[in-house]
């Protein structure tokens, strides 16, 4: 077998040259390109020719350049030392590396739907802010959380709502100065620095214009949106000289104007401060109840005002504390909603409300529909109300259970009446629209959903005996409900003459409120006396017969 003749040492090296993925230029004394290389040439002219700096070097150098539309990489080195006055440049294409690197750097510090600093970029912004600041100097951070966004995503579309997204960021960036810095750090959250500032006036004045703003309405696919954001502030150096302890003070100011008045702006104080922690106190306090399972159920009847029978039961939460002390919902609920625990209190209390089912039979008589009220969030909480279905279904008392929802479930485009009513209906349950009147009324909307009760809020019921113009709507109300086939419920009823007005004027028939019974624990309802005879209102039927009972009911 013959020796492989390889070719002459100049001409080798000349090919390997030629055949290397990187460009490769020498360059005389004068800048002269006298040598370069396939991948040199694909290049352009501009990274061939004409490069003074290459040839007045004498040391190692790098640099990254742009040439034409491309990055690239150039490593300059004299040949031989310099003693040939000879050049030696590598040129390496870097562009898709700084393409991917640039995307890498956006996607850590952009947010991708509105363009503004993401929370990463602002605390790093707000981090040097903060270690150049000298003494004197003055700024404020607000935190600005856009009021029911949840309601317009529900209500237009997820699309209509990354839209208004955009919007708010673009109309608060216009009320802003070179030197302040915008940022979203979530959902429907955004972070305001307003540096440098001269006082606290001067800081609310700039985030009440920014409120005002938000305001005004947003068009958007052919709809008027109207939106509001609750503004919390804190000032540097006043409430703190680190961010973390600015941001936590600017959030408690922020939950003060959402828990009083939204669309509102509120400078940060100490007793803000007392409260949040007074806040996480109930939380952790919740937690522990949720997993120590210390909730358990009041009742409250629905009675027919014509025969004084119990046509149903209501089934109120309680939580019952370390301190054995009875805790109403208006205490935490909100704060269970807030923190995503509502959903595992109400599984407890399906769990309670399936236990005591023999008493309640006992109490207000067998076969009573019962009633669990199911938060807006949850109704459209698709795998959660999946989960609950499945329970009610497994305990086989599902047809004689009533879902009491409020119209913000219903009236949205969320996910309530195409996946979750469908469940409901197929074990066999019942659908209540609760507190109707006060909130997401739509009559158009009214009339595609297939409910079985409509309860009156109690606004409409309170001294309707003395309010003509409400007893318009009430009356207009009751026939809408019949006309679609739904059991009205007089809700709040506490006074005798709100119950002659209703027997009198109108055909509604059901009713609950103080006026029959206040919510009471089981306990506390088998030990009530019998109403006194000579009341305005007969005893009825069965144990159901002590609910309008003076000495206990009216002392619950």
């Given at each position: 077998m013959s020796e492989p003749v390889f070719p002459e040492p100049a001409t080798l090296l000349e090919a390997a040259i030629q055949a290397l993925p990187v460009g490769v230029v020498v360059h005389d004394r004068h800048g002269h390109c006298i040598l370069a290389n396939a991948a040199a040439r694909r290049l352009g002219d501009k990274a061939i020719h004409a490069r003074p700096a290459a040839a007045a070097s004498e040391r190692d150098v790098t640099n990254v350049e742009l040439i034409d539309d491309r990055m690239v990489e150039t490593q300059t080195q004299p040949v031989l030392e310099g003693r040939t006055g000879l050049t030696l440049t590598t040129l390496t294409d870097v562009t898709h590396h700084h393409r991917i690197q640039r995307e890498l750097l956006t996607k850590a510090f952009i947010d991708a739907l509105t363009g503004l600093p993401n929370r990463t970029m602002f605390e790093q912004s707000i981090a040097d802010v903060l270690a150049g600041s000298a003494p004197g100097d003055q700024f404020a951070l607000a935190f600005i959380d856009l009021d029911n966004f949840k309601h317009i995503n529900d209500y237009y579309s997820h699309a209509a709502g990354d839209a208004l997204l955009r919007k708010v960021s673009d109309r608060i960036g216009g009320a802003l100065r070179q030197t302040d810095l915008l940022a979203r750090i979530g959902g429907d959250e955004f972070v305001l620095l307003l540096a440098p500032i001269a006082d606290a006036d001067e800081a609310l004045a700039a985030v009440r214009s920014i409120s005002e703003r938000l305001k005004q309405?947003?068009?958007?696919?052919?709809?008027?949106?109207?939106?509001?954001?609750?503004?919390?502030?804190?000032?540097?150096?006043?409430?703190?000289?680190?961010?973390?302890?600015?941001?936590?003070?600017?959030?408690?100011?922020?939950?003060?104007?959402?828990?009083?008045?939204?669309?509102?702006?509120?400078?940060?104080?100490?007793?803000?401060?007392?409260?949040?922690?007074?806040?996480?106190?109930?939380?952790?306090?919740?937690?522990?109840?949720?997993?120590?399972?210390?909730?358990?159920?009041a009742f409250q009847p629905k009675v027919d005002m014509r025969s004084h029978a119990v046509t149903g039961v209501e089934v109120l939460l309680r939580w019952r504390d370390e301190l054995g002390m009875i805790q109403a919902p208006g205490e935490f609920i909100a704060l269970a909603i807030e923190l995503g625990l509502i959903n595992e209190i109400t599984l407890q209390l399906l769990t309670e409300t399936v236990r005591a089912m023999p008493d309640i039979d006992e109490v207000f008589g067998p076969g009573v529909t019962v009633s669990l009220n199911i938060a807006a969030k949850q109704a459209c909480d698709v795998p959660f109300m999946t989960e609950f279905c499945a329970a009610l279904g497994e305990t086989g008392l599902a047809e004689r259970f009533v879902l009491e929802l409020t119209e913000e479930a219903f009236f949205t485009t969320g996910h309530f009446q195409r996946e979750v009513l469908p469940k409901i209906r197929a074990i066999g349950a019942r659908v209540?629209?609760?507190?109707?009147?006060?909130?997401?009324?739509?009559?158009?909307?009214?009339?595609?959903?297939?409910?079985?009760?409509?309860?009156?809020?109690?606004?409409?019921?309170?001294?309707?005996?003395?309010?003509?113009?409400?007893?318009?709507?009430?009356?207009?109300?009751?026939?809408?409900?019949?006309?679609?086939?739904?059991?009205?419920?007089?809700?709040?009823?506490?006074?005798?003459?709100?119950?002659?007005?209703?027997?009198?004027?109108?055909?509604?028939?059901c009713a609950q409120g103080y006026y029959f019974a206040r919510p009471l624990l089981l306990d506390q309802i088998r030990q009530a006396e019998p109403r006194v005879p000579g009341s305005r209102v007969p005893a009825t039927r069965s144990r159901a017969s002590e609910l309008r009972i003076s000495s206990q009911l009216r002392r619950a």
């Open positions: 309405p947003f068009f958007i696919d052919g709809h008027e949106i109207f939106a509001s954001a609750s503004i919390g502030l804190s000032l540097f150096p006043e409430h703190g000289d680190t961010y973390e302890t600015l941001a936590r003070q600017a959030d408690n100011a922020m939950y003060r104007v959402k828990g009083e008045l939204k669309g509102g702006v509120s400078l940060f104080d100490d007793a803000m401060s007392q409260a949040a922690t007074a806040r996480m106190a109930v939380e952790q306090r919740l937690r522990l109840a949720i997993r120590d399972r210390c909730f358990c159920c209540s629209i609760d507190d109707f009147g006060v909130g997401y009324s739509s009559l158009a909307a009214l009339a595609d959903i297939t409910a079985d009760e409509l309860k009156i809020d109690r606004s409409f019921i309170t001294d309707i005996d003395k309010r003509p113009r409400s007893q318009i709507v009430l009356k207009a109300i009751e026939s809408l409900g019949a006309a679609l086939g739904m059991t009205v419920v007089a809700e709040g009823v506490e006074t005798f003459e709100e119950v002659a007005y209703l027997l009198g004027a109108t055909q509604i028939r």
